[in-house]
Nanobody
Framework: VQLQASGGGLVKAGNSLRLSCTAS????????VGWFRQAPGKGREFVAA????????FLSDSVKDRFTISRDVAKNMVYLQMDNLKPEDTGEYYC?????????????????WGKGTQVTVSS
């Protein structure tokens, strides 16, 4: 399954962005979906994940007070609402999908990835 992320951009600190993730076909609706980011020179970091039905979100400690993950099952979309952005949120953001939410939360063994979308937060 090829996932596609969109919605990145250049914003000033304190502003907001909403990222979107989708994929064609019905398989996407069966996947738990997560967001990861990678800053220049750093490793990939788990940001958020949500179960296939949108009932249970998970957020990393570094973003839990500022980011929200949600899912519109009817539209086949997963969103990452990012508020109060900080320069340290800068990076390439990827969405990923797997039938096991644990794979997304651990960042290991994920079977479906999309191309990233760049988020740049200026101070």
């Amino acid at each position: 399954v090829q996932l596609q992320a969109s919605g990145g951009g250049l914003v000033k600190a304190g502003n907001s962005l909403r990222l979107s993730c989708t994929a064609s076909g019905r398989t996407f609706s069966t996947l738990a979906v997560g967001w990861f980011r990678q800053a220049p020179g750093k490793g990939r970091e788990f940001v958020a994940a949500i179960t296939w039905d949108g009932s249970t979100p998970f957020l990393s400690d570094s973003v839990k007070d500022r980011f929200t993950i949600s899912r519109d099952v009817a539209k086949n979309m997963v969103y990452l609402q990012m508020d109060n952005l900080k320069p340290e949120d800068t990076g390439e953001y990827y969405c990923a999908g797997d039938w096991a939410i644990g794979a997304l939360r651990s960042g290991s063994g994920i079977r479906n990835w999309g191309k990233g979308t760049q988020v740049t937060v200026s101070s």
